[in-house]
């Protein structure tokens, strides 16, 4: 550790002063100790362990005021505390900083904010700063990052899955101009419900393809006319490696986007659009990323409105695009999961509409053309209509358990007749047997009413 020039005979007396003063204190922390000893309602212990730590703090800080070679390992904690910044050169901070990834968080807050004080450009700090505000995002929202790996499945990832939306909600209510973030907890149930619906399909086609009566009951509904007449068949088909193909590229859809946007929210909640800059100037985010987000910070309307939507037009273009094209792609199973996908699901936004309800049967939300046509056409005119004319009952969407919309938005209990089809309708109706019939032959009820093949 090599200190910059300064006057030697005043770090000198400087140097003596603060250790002697951590002298005096740690013969405080041994009084207040023998005073306990004797004394015990003087609970004294959490001003020990305090008065320790201010100790070891204000050696940390005479040596760095002496130059020393061999610091604690607090000593950039220490630095930036006491406004030390002057005693340590650019390159001790820089060789830390290559080290961010065994850094507690706080070590490395503060070591960022030495960087900043040496006037370091961002751009030789870009991996520990993008390393921080990965870590803030991570930690707010109560997640393990060794934990979180897509390959587990949906029902091994569901608590990660859960969390992910309950901290867009989360930031989202601390500043409601994240508009993104509140649409991306909305609509995130009706997403995730789809990473539990992949099995569950197949099981419902098998059933369907074992039964002509299901088949025939199927015909009648204009879920049927849509999707199932023509897709079933073949959907009955999907092998465990597909469906497990389709589940993870979908959990790891979630997990991108989560780094992708969620630390520059925390960065702008820490330090406004300034620290949104110091990411763009680190190479971590790009101009457009930067350019939404003075947007947003403008505090107007349409311009609020629009660095969201721009946000939104990056996750859906740079971000998952590539895996919606490589599910499109998948051979034999893409072109027909990807399509029972545009036919059947419908975002969780009230007042937003399926891709077929708002323009026909031959698109497919694999395309990102296609995709973005309805989000523009129909969802995002749909959400902001919600924000701007009843943000009560948006609040109130987005604060409810994110557990419970998953539920509600699974394929069985968007349409019921699915729902039957696994589980058996939801009454059972028995009727008494006439006097003298055989109970195991048909009843005169059976020519009337077809009893239904569960």
């Not at 034999?332 to 323009?359: D, N, Q, W």
């Not at 049967?361 to 296609?370: C, K, L, P, R, V």
């Not at 006439?434 to 009413?449: E, K, T």
């Amino acid at each position: 550790m090599t200190k910059v020039s300064i006057d030697p005979d005043g770090a000198d007396e400087l140097a003596r002063r603060l250790d002697q003063l951590a002298e005096d204190i740690s013969d405080a922390r041994s009084r207040a100790w023998a005073l306990r000893v004797r004394w015990g309602s003087l609970r004294s212990w959490p001003l020990q362990i305090w008065v320790q730590e201010l100790a070891g703090r204000l050696r940390t800080a005479a040596a760095i005021v002496r130059g020393d070679d061999n610091l604690p390992s607090n000593w950039a904690q220490v630095a930036d505390r006491y406004e030390l910044h002057d005693h340590i050169d650019q390159a001790d901070i820089e060789s830390a900083l290559g080290e961010y990834a065994s850094m507690e968080l706080d070590q490395l807050e503060h070591l960022l904010s030495l960087a900043r004080a040496a006037g370091i450009h961002p751009a030789d700090y870009g991996e520990a700063l993008q390393n921080y505000w990965d870590r803030r995002a991570l930690d707010r929202a109560g997640i393990d990052p060794d934990e979180w790996d897509p390959s587990l499945g949906a029902d091994a990832q569901r608590d990660i899955i859960e969390r992910v939306y309950v901290y867009y909600a989360e930031i989202y209510g601390e500043d409601e101009d994240f508009l993104w973030a509140g649409m991306a907890n909305m609509i995130g149930p009706s997403f995730a419900a789809g990473f539990f619906d992949l099995a569950e399909f197949r099981d419902i086609a098998q059933r369907v393809q074992q039964n002509a009566m299901l088949r025939s009951l199927l015909g009648t509904t204009p879920l049927a006319g849509r999707t199932l007449n023509l897709l079933l068949a073949e959907a009955a088909n999907l092998g465990d490696r597909e469906l497990e193909f389709f589940e993870t590229t979908f959990l790891q859809m979630q997990k991108d986007i989560f780094f992708d946007l969620a630390p520059v929210h925390e960065a702008y909640l820490a330090g406004g659009v300034d620290a949104v800059e110091e990411m763009y100037q680190a190479g971590v985010i790009d101009r457009d990323v930067y350019d939404a987000w003075v947007d947003i910070s403008s505090g107007e309307q349409h311009l609020v409105e629009q660095g969201n939507e721009a946000l939104l037009l990056r996750e859906q273009r740079d971000v998952i695009d590539g895996y919606y094209q490589d599910m499109y792609n998948r051979q034999p199973s893409g072109p027909l999961v990807t399509k029972i996908m545009t036919l059947i699901g419908a975002p969780s936004i009230p007042g937003a509409r399926g891709y077929p309800e708002v323009f026909d049967t031959s698109g497919n939300i694999a395309h990102f053309e296609d995709r973005w046509a309805l989000i523009q056409e129909d969802t995002l005119p749909a959400y902001l209509e919600l924000m701007r004319n009843d943000r009560e009952q948006a609040n109130d969407i987005i604060s409810s358990p994110v557990s419970n919309r998953i539920d509600e938005q699974r394929l069985k209990n968007q349409y019921p007749i699915l729902g039957w089809i696994l589980d058996g309708p939801p009454v059972t109706i028995s009727m008494p047997d006439l006097p003298g019939w055989n109970p195991r032959l048909p009843s005169p009820l059976d020519y009337i009413v077809p009893r239904l093949p569960w």
